[in-house]
């Protein structure tokens, strides 16, 4: 099975590490324009190097940008004003009490993890729609299914997602355009390393046996008993992105090694 992807341009939101990183990768591999998105120029300009020595040839540009912001959704908008894939990956995550979330914090994870994707899909889905061609894709969470009691809030916005992407693959319905969700589970991206650093030390491990360790503890449903790779994540991304992918839409894609425990 070949993905072809060439004459695409794809942008991919918070993509200058992790599973955004690797998404952009194997977008590029598969012989897109890869347009990769962060804050910071030199964290962009970082990302950009790596893609095209990592996949010679290929064309790839970066665009920095705050997208959780109007503002940083314009930016994006002037520097690549169409796309024919956009993959709304972008989002922030961390353990906090229910009970000491100030109403700030609760903003700040539905500005970056909610409305970043809102915004850039009422950006670029008109011009899909137009061409009869386009691919959405939301970075959910199996998170949005089993909410997780130590961070209630990021859970909410996962769930928010799917919602989104639920509601907007029926407002494209028969255009050729399809808006999918990917719900990853613990996937050992640099924001779950850093995570487990202080823990790893602390008993010992590498970084790969803490991972291990968190979901036999904190998410014990898993088949897969260890954390996911961000490639491992990618490759059903770039599957939903792809041509061979055209009867899937309004779906929740499950890349979660079997932590959500039901059939459907």
């Known amino acids: 099975m070949k993905i072809d992807l060439s004459k695409k341009t794809a942008i991919v ?7 955004g990183f690797a998404i952009a990768k194997r ?7 890869v347009v990769v998105n962060g804050r910071k120029q030199d964290s962009v300009d970082k ?6 020595k990592a996949v010679p040839g290929a064309t790839v540009r970066g665009v920095a940008a705050d997208l959780s912001t109007a503002a940083g959704t314009a930016v994006l908008r002037k520097a690549e004003p169409t796309a024919d894939i956009l993959i709304n990956n972008m989002g922030i ?3 906090h009490d229910f009970f000491e979330i100030p109403d700030e914090e609760w903003s700040r994870f539905f500005d970056v993890n909610v409305l970043s994707g809102v915004r850039l899909s009422r950006e670029y889905l ?20 089993n909410i997780p009691v130590e961070m209630i809030h990021y859970g909410v916005t996962k769930t928010a997602n799917l919602a989104v992407s639920r509601g ?15 719900l990853p589970g613990p996937t050992l991206s ?29 998410r014990s449903s898993s088949l897969l008993q260890r954390m996911a790779t961000p490639e491992e994540v990618a ?28 059939l459907a």
């Open 13 to 19: 939101s918070g993509s200058t590490v992790g599973i």
């Open 27 to 33: 977008l590029a591999e598969c012989g897109s324009v």
């Open 47 to 52: 990302a950009v190097a790596a893609l095209k």
């Open 93 to 95: 995550f961390g353990p």
């Open 126 to 145: 008109p011009s899909m729609v137009s061409k009869g061609w386009g691919r959405v894709v939301f970075i959910s969470s199996e998170s949005a299914l």
């Open 168 to 182: 907007l693959a029926k407002r494209v319905a028969g255009t050729g355009v399809t808006v999918n969700a990917v």
């Open 190 to 218: 640099e924001g779950v390393e850093a995570m487990l650093k202080d823990s790893a030390a602390k008993a010992g491990q590498s970084i790969e046996e803490a991972g291990t360790a968190f979901v036999r503890e904190h």
């Open 235 to 262: 490759n059903l991304v770039v599957y939903v992105c792809s041509p061979l992918a055209s009867a899937t839409t309004g779906a929740a894609l499950r890349v979660d090694g079997g932590v959500v425990d039901t």
